[in-house]
């Protein structure tokens, strides 16, 4: 990981008065004579500056700082150390007098259906909400999602150590740069342990064990005997109600197996191997998939796989780095790119609401840990584009084209037209569970998720992923589009529209008219869907989505800003920001431009006036990127500090509810989920660098209490990695490395400015101060502030 080297001030170097008094004479004599006069001087200047000052360091700089460390062991599931590697996970805490590893597997779950969607579709609501009869709707869509255990993630069990014997912990470390937990007794005793960020095994090694100590498996309570626990799909219901067999476990010298029935012939095995030695235990344990044989191989030794583990993240920390004069923000935003490394991987699934971190409570996990498209998904892989994450972002649009198939079955199904849309809810084959409706099968889900596949070419440029993945996938969604709408006096018309858990599950969440949700996503899917038939030079097919654009009405705006839907205003506190869809993440809204800079403005002042009493904490992390967008810097950074100190775990987890007794909400509750964590880090990356309006700028929002802020390799719309330094409050320098050859537009970040890389007279200022400058693949462009 890198951090921006100094950067001495020109009037620090000696050399500063010498360019004020040359600029100065420029300025006098004209242009021209400026930079006639001035070329050679400016080469030469710019040589010794550069000597003088360094560049953007790529040492790397210790993440110890942000760390999670306490002086003992979590004592709560929800509040011990994670790690994962997006397939498996654990979580490192004591339960009783036992040192408990929670293991998952992101692939461990239950798919049997609890709905028949054969008995109703988007026909029969539209019926219903006409007739008033809505709670025939409930009884077929809504019910069975809450009276049956399953679909569902499952746990897989734990990991457990007697750990009596060894008196009080001295200290427990979750070292993020590393990956690895650390756990320290007062006696001498130390534990090390890690998921292999590169293989689906984790290790553990105790070092100076006196004690004779060995692992154990707990089996989830699964078949206890017990009535399973009531609750709901928040509080989860008891692990029991999913009816399993009894699991079995086998022991053997220096092993442990347990093998948990799941469906039929299907089941997954736990299996632990350990060894001790001259009083050091080492061993490792695995998690098979779902299968009808025990697929349990993975094998590999200590020392050579934790120096892969840590390979590989050093290779993930020095894809970017930031610094912020505020540490609180500062720690919550490693805390959440080491989450994203763990959860986010090639070859894994996508995100679910936990990920590998499903419950350890003997229930169910929060709204059965499922694939949330209403918006917990959608923000949770935010942070990987400007985060320069793209490997990982990608898992996300690999999980979404493997579910395609059954998601356009569905289409057909439910809405009776070709196209394609996902439901909102799914398992992990991408079957619809239901719930909620006007959510669950909302028909604007896949134009958001089409957003996800967009910004993936958009950050990359990789033209086999426009060709192969964008384009079928964008096209499919504008032709669900097309077709489930009809024209009526020239406008297109929804049947029915709703916005995301305004008015909860009753008829009245229905209207009749486009919310500003549905109408948003439809607007940005057709523009998108025109913007990539041209990339992929189909002018025709442009021009007919173009046409289709144009059928849509106008966002229904008042003196509130973007209204819920015509008639509805944002009139009581809410904590899903539908409404403003078009401010952030769709960007269709452009503050620079005076009449939409009033929209927005009004549209948050009325959410200010409705106050955060109804809000989550994803609330907060996603008004920090509306904010953000809306250049209301001190604004975006007060609701990142208030996620940060009121809604999360101290392990860092998003606890939903606020954790200090009401403070902002009146959601007290814990429930954990993950898309909180990753819209906060995304709020951090929109203070710093914004590149949606077809230019990028540098530190569009940040406060101007923040003098010395700096980031290195964030990525930019068009494949550009940018790196850039503000120091006393002024910007220092810039530098653009272009992975694609383009033309590299930047906002011009300060008045006079030296340059590096390029031919200073190919660099031309539009209109709206805008450089712009064509450069080739591998092309680095420095501009460093004259006048600093």
Partial sequence: MGRAAKTIPLGKTGFGWIYRAFISIGHVAGAKAHRAIGQSFLIRLSCIIVAAAGSFSANAQSLKAYNLQVDSLPKRWDEAMPLGNGMVGALVWQKGDKLRFSLDRADLWDERPAIDFSKFNFKFVQQQVKNNTYD?????????????????????????????????????????????????????????????????????????????????????????????????????????????????????????????????????????????????????????????????????????ALAQHIAWWKNYWQQSALKIPDPLLQKQYYLEMYKLGCVARKGAPAITLQAVWTADNGNLPPWKGDFHHDLNTELSYWPGYTGNHLQEAESYTDWLWKIRDENKKLTKQYFGVDGLNVPGVTTLDGVAMGGWIQYSL???????????????????????????????????????????????????????????????????????????????????????????????????????????????????????????????????????????????????????????????????HQLEKMGTRAWCGYSFSWAACIYARAKQADSAVNQLRIFASNFCSTNSFHLNGDQKGGQYSNFTYRPFTLEGNFAFAQGVHELLLQSNKGYIEIFPAVPQSWKDVSFKDLRAEGAYVVSAAKENGVITQVKVKAEKEGQLRIKRPFPTYLSEGINRSSIKLEEGNVMTMNVKKGQVVTLKNAFE
């Fill in 442 to 604: 909302s028909p604007s889900t896949s134009a958001w998720l089409a957003q996800h596949f967009y910004w993936q070419w958009k950050y990359s440029m990789d033209e086999k992923f426009l060709k192969d993945r964008l384009y079928p996938y964008i096209h499919d969604v504008a032709t669900f589009i097309e077709n489930i709408t009809y024209l009526q006096n020239g406008k297109r018309v929804l049947p029915l529209s709703s916005s995301p858990e305004y008015h909860d599950n009753s008829i009245k969440a229905w209207f009749k008219n486009y919310t500003n949700y549905d109408l948003s996503l439809y607007k940005y899917a057709l523009s998108t869907a025109s913007e990539v038939a041209m990339a992929m030079n189909k002018p025709d097919e442009a021009k007919h989505w173009k046409s289709i654009y144009d059928q849509l009405p106008a966002f229904d705006i008042n003196e509130t800003g973007l209204t819920i839907a015509p008639g509805q205003n944002l009139d009581e506190s809410h904590r899903h920001h539908a409404q403003l869809m078009a401010i952030y993440p769709l960007g269709l809204l452009d503050v620079e431009k005076p009449a939409d800079r009033d929209v927005m403005e009004n549209s948050l």
């Fill in 136 to 304: 025939t709707i409930h009884k077929l869509g809504d019910d069975p999602y809450e009276a049956n255990p399953h679909p569902t993630k499952i746990p897989a069990g734990a990991v457990e150590f007697n750990i009596a014997s060894l008196g009080a912990v001295k200290q427990t470390t979750l070292d993020i740069e590393t990956a690895t937990c650390m756990v320290e007794w007062q006696n001498g005793t130390s534990l090390q342990t890690f998921v292999t960020a590169n293989k689906n095994i984790g290790f553990f090694r105790f070092s100076n064990l006196a004690a004779d100590i060995q692992p154990d498996i707990i089996a989830p309570p699964y078949n206890t005997g017990r009535k399973a626990s009531q609750g709901n799909s928040v509080e989860g219901l008891g692990l029991e109600s999913l009816g399993y067999d009894k699991g079995t476990i086998k022991k053997s010298q220096g092993q442990i197996s347990y093998y948990q029935p799941v469906d039929k012939n299907k089941g997954f095995t736990i299996t632990i191997k350990w060894s001790k030695k001259n009083n050091v235990l080492t061993g490792s344990w695995v998690v098979s998939a779902i299968t009808s044989k025990n697929n349990n191989t993975a094998e590999a030794t200590y020392d050579a």
